[in-house]
């Protein structure tokens, strides 16, 4: 079993950045794929960015290519996503999820009870 608490959610200006952080818990939490998803008012969630269990492979969506990075630091058991150039469609609660590499939610089992994040023009 695997918990998630995300944090460094809040209001931020356009163009400004934000850091989120996830802290895991449990014996196997680093052998996950960790990822971040994101889910505004009225639409699907989406992917936003994925990470090896490594941290070796990352991948991100496209409508953050560029401006996000993902990373993971093991030895804490703790997720990060640095958030920089945050536009107002950057707006939506961000998740952080544990399990298989790929960018549907349904493969990943653990899930984080999200953050918000809300950038303003």
């Known amino acids: 079993q695997v918990q998630l608490v995300e944090s460094g959610g809040g209001l931020v200006q356009a163009g400004g950045s934000l850091r989120l952080a996830c802290a895991a818990s449990?014996?196997?939490?680093?052998?996950?794929?960790m990822a971040w998803f994101r889910q505004a008012p009225g639409k699907e969630r989406e992917f936003v960015a994925r990470?090896?269990?490594?941290?070796?492979?990352?991948y991100y969506g496209d409508s953050v290519k560029g401006r996000f990075t993902i990373s993971r630091d093991n030895a804490k058991n703790t997720g990060y996503l640095e958030m920089n150039s945050l536009k107002p469609e950057d707006t939506a609660v961000y998740y952080c999820?544990?399990?298989?590499?790929?960018?549907?939610?349904?493969?990943?089992?653990?899930w984080g009870q999200g953050t918000q994040v809300t950038v303003s023009s």
């Open positions: 449990g014996r196997t939490a680093s052998m996950y794929t």
């Open positions: 990470i090896s269990w490594s941290g070796s492979t990352t």
């Open positions: 999820a544990a399990g298989r590499m790929g960018v549907n939610p349904s493969l990943y089992a653990y």
